[in-house]
DNA sequence: GCCTAGGTACACAGGTCTGTGTACCTATTT
DNA sequence: AAATAGGTACACAGACCTGTGTACCTAGGC
């Protein structure tokens, strides 16, 4: 026997006015289905996942979800737009806030439900979809253009090119921890990272360098 | 009316003598399916790709298909295996090899059917695969460790961690080029590598430098 | 001349997928 | 009280997927 959400359980359970003043204060159905996907569809990939499986998932029926999201297409849309978020501003030096992408990235990537870049994924899964292409395209863009802003207040000449590179790093990363699972990959692009910004004349105080918690097994003296 | 592949095309097309005596010498014809299934499953996708497509790409039946691997996960399997070749060696000197890399990187970037790495590819679509993520970590440690090897030739101290870094910015590069379709990211990641190595004591020589044939609105004085 | 290996053509089982149709039920608003 | 909005249950169309069954055909080796 299907149930459905717990409304429905109630009211076909008796007395149709026992049920809670509150319950069909569903917090926003949309929400629920949009937060589902997202989960389902990054762990386990869009092309993996039906429209069947997320309704499951939330205990509604795939009407429900069509009466929401006109098509899978349109939930993929908006699972990758609830996925582009822009960095908040900071009180942190530039420096500091640069590094410090690092040592989220460390910190996702211990998670163990981190499973790589949504838009990287979503790219390399479904291939030349235009509107997902230029969804990444544009998230990809706005990171480096952090990254760019923070050097310019530095004074860094070359802010365009260090910030593709520091790009670079990130991505690798994250790549690199998909494959390997393995957060240290975080570590390893911020000592790269702490030596381009060196070279670009950046001054990287040892707060800056050292911020983790447990240091497993590292040579103390690794340069950067 | 089906003809399939041309030795059948020839022979049901009048006297059967007429056949050229090396046609059905067809070049393995397992080898001709795990050639299409490579290159589908790279452009489209493996679960975007399904075996009849691969069949009839070839023009062949899909029974003519299992009887050369039992299933498509054999065929996954086979693909993956294919992709996974060893750099070979080389009389370069290490840090030519090294930077040469990348400039390998911007040639593949350019080709128009180059769409970032299968390993990862494989990963973010199959997800918790166990065989598939065995063998992307098995490539991605090659990699490294071919890098470290070079470093050591070198005489450098931290060949392990900069091995990484350096496989970092590979990564990067691929993952920033299959969103972005912008060759010059193997170029940023070419000059990152560069400031890599001088910091770590490597000395890198103009020839290394300035490989490339057409370079395009680059500042002059953009250090590396 | 016969046998075998490896093709072909084609149907189909059984599953999954996206998306729709329909009838009903309930809560809120008017 | 009636209408409306938004659920539910359930069936189903139509496509596509992996994998199998079967009967045939043909070239090459014995």
Same sequence: chains 1, 2.
């Avoid at 990235?105 to 235009?130: H, I, M, T, Y």
């Avoid at 000449?157 to 690798?172: R, S």
Wanted: charged content about 30%; glycine content about 6%; overall charge positive.
């Amino acid at each position: 026997m299907y149930l459905g959400y717990k409304g429905a359980l109630l009211s076909s359970n008796g007395d149709p006015r026992i049920r809670m003043a509150t319950l069909p204060a569903k917090p926003d159905m949309k929400d629920r289905i949009l937060e589902t996907a997202d989960r389902l569809f990054y762990l386990q990939g869009i092309r993996a996942v039906g429209v069947d499986t997320i309704a499951a998932e939330i205990g509604i029926s795939k009407r429900t979800l069509y009466n929401h999201f006109p098509s899978k297409d349109a939930l993929i849309s908006a699972y990758l737009a609830r996925r582009f978020v822009a960095p908040r501003p900071s009180d942190k030096s530039p420096v500091e806030q640069i590094l410090g992408t690092f040592d989220s990235l460390e910190r996702r990537f211990s998670a163990k439900d981190f499973r790589g870049c949504p838009f990287v994924n979503a790219v390399a899964e479904l291939g030349e979809d235009r509107s997902v292409r230029k969804i990444a395209v544009a998230f990809k863009e706005s990171r480096r253009l952090w990254f760019r802003d923070l050097l310019a207040q530095l004074g860094i000449a070359e802010a365009e090119a260090l910030a593709t590179q520091l790009a670079l790093l990130v991505d690798g990363s994250i790549a690199q921890d998909l494959v390997r699972n393995d957060p240290a990959m975080a570590r390893a692009a911020k000592e790269a990272a702490t030596v381009l910004l060196k070279n670009a004349g950046v001054k990287v105080g040892a707060a800056d360098r050292q911020k983790k918690r447990t240091a497993k097994k590292r040579r103390p003296r690794s340069a950067s």
